[in-house]
């Protein structure tokens, strides 16, 4: 079968065949990708994080074709179609995510990213004539293969197994490093789900340890918290401002967004039309208009992150105290006065993590006499079972504070 190369800085090579695939690739909803970022605003903490979810979508699916031959060798019966469908699945799996990683999930769209990959998915499936069916039954885990959702959606599925890979290259974080190729090699179907052999005990061990250290080294780092809490306090103020009538200036498809009234049913064919047109593109221009912008705190907030002049967080390890923050925000009005709105120069909330979930789905160990085993029961190392949160207060750094 003729396929097309990519050559990937993180795997080298990658051959992808002419047909579906190919097409979904060249498809505008998937095109689009190469304009999200896939680690939004990391790239102020680690300037090389400037790879696309374009990227990590086609890695993602170099890694399912792996697994699907790792599998095959092993007896597995997997179908021509299946293949097909599981990575199609894995292909499309972020196609419905917005500018900027999630910020705008927390303004100005009231859908999550995996909702709208689903409803992407059957607009697409519906282009295509239905030739999408079975990697949305994949992709919603309505497939009676159980296994194969698990490669899509899972504690080892191939989306986690290349944005460790991928995030850790472009950042340069070493922690974040995985022996991918080993655990691949060491997958195995038990039952219909997915298992893995007792030999790659060691490497999932070091996948859950690597998980940790980048949420809380990348993912969590303080510097992107305080980006992210930024935009989403400069859409929000850009959206009270448009529903005041105020005339902003704004890229077409992201004013759509800001200008839509509450509580407003729209059809959902134009927001998906005005969604899949919007991208990191939009948000980065309607900063450097909004830098200049009459209203001083949105002014403020988007100079703030166009020349990164981002605020200061605290980490603390109980929640901040009612009276810390009356503080700051009494500070804020005796440096700014009333022109600063307190409520988007002072924030304060709570971050999480866990590195392996186990009340979700457990990761289990396939040993040679056939038995399984959950890997909590069988391994030596902690696997960070706890759920860790750190909570942060966000202010300006120009503060006088005592």
């Given at each position: 079968m003729r396929?097309?190369?990519?050559?990937?800085?993180?795997?080298?090579?990658?051959?992808?065949?002419?047909?579906?695939?190919l097409d979904l690739i060249d498809h505008p909803y998937f095109q689009r990708l190469r304009r999200i970022r896939q680690l939004g605003l990391a790239s102020y903490v680690y300037p090389g994080a400037l790879h696309t979810r374009f990227h990590h979508a086609l890695g993602a699916l170099h890694l399912m074709q792996q697994s699907i031959e790792v599998l095959r060798s092993k007896g597995v019966d997997i179908s021509d179609e299946e293949a097909e469908g599981a990575a199609v699945a894995i292909l499309l799996h972020d196609v419905g995510h917005g500018p900027f990683s999630h910020a705008l999930e927390h303004t100005l769209v009231e859908m999550h990213h995996e909702d709208l990959s689903s409803l992407l998915m059957e607009d697409l499936n519906r282009h295509f004539k239905g030739r999408l069916s079975l990697a949305l039954d994949i992709f919603t885990d309505r497939y009676p293969q159980k296994f194969l959702h698990q490669l899509v959606s899972g504690q080892l599925d191939m989306d986690r197994m290349d944005y460790l890979n991928r995030d850790s290259f472009f950042t340069g974080v070493s922690e974040g490093v995985i022996g991918y190729d080993r655990i691949i090699?060491?997958?195995?179907?038990?039952?219909?789900?997915?298992?893995?052999?007792?030999?790659?005990?060691?490497?999932?061990?070091?996948?859950?340890?690597?998980?940790?250290?980048?949420y809380w080294q990348v993912y969590l780092h303080k510097t992107g918290v305080t980006a992210e809490q930024m935009l989403i306090h400069t859409l929000r103020r850009a959206r009270e401002l448009a529903l005041q009538g105020v005339q902003l200036e704004v890229p077409r498809h992201l004013g759509w967004f800001l200008y839509r009234k509450n509580g407003h049913t729209h059809d959902p064919e134009e927001l998906m039309r005005h969604f899949t047109l919007l991208d990191d593109n939009d948000v980065t221009a309607a900063i450097k208009y909004w830098s200049e912008a009459e209203?001083?705190?949105?002014?403020?907030?988007?100079?703030g992150l166009l020349d990164r002049r981002l605020m200061r967080l605290e980490w603390h390890d109980h929640p901040v105290s009612p009276k810390r923050i009356e503080q700051i925000r009494h500070a804020v009005q005796e440096q700014f006065g009333e022109q600063a709105l307190v409520e988007h120069f002072v924030y304060h909330g709570a971050v999480s993590n866990r590195s392996y979930d186990e009340s979700t789905e457990q990761i289990k160990i396939l040993f040679k006499n056939n038995r399984v085993c959950p890997i909590s029961e069988c391994s030596d190392v902690p696997l960070f079972t706890k759920l860790v949160t750190k909570h942060y207060l966000c202010y300006p750094k120009q503060l006088e504070l005592i």
């Open positions: 396929s097309k190369i990519f050559n990937d800085p993180v795997y080298g090579f990658m051959s992808i065949p002419y047909g579906l695939i090699k060491m997958l195995a179907v038990h039952d219909g789900e997915l298992v893995v052999e007792e030999k790659g005990i060691y490497s999932i061990e070091k996948f859950l340890i690597a998980r940790r250290l980048m209203d001083f705190t949105l002014s403020y907030l988007s100079r």
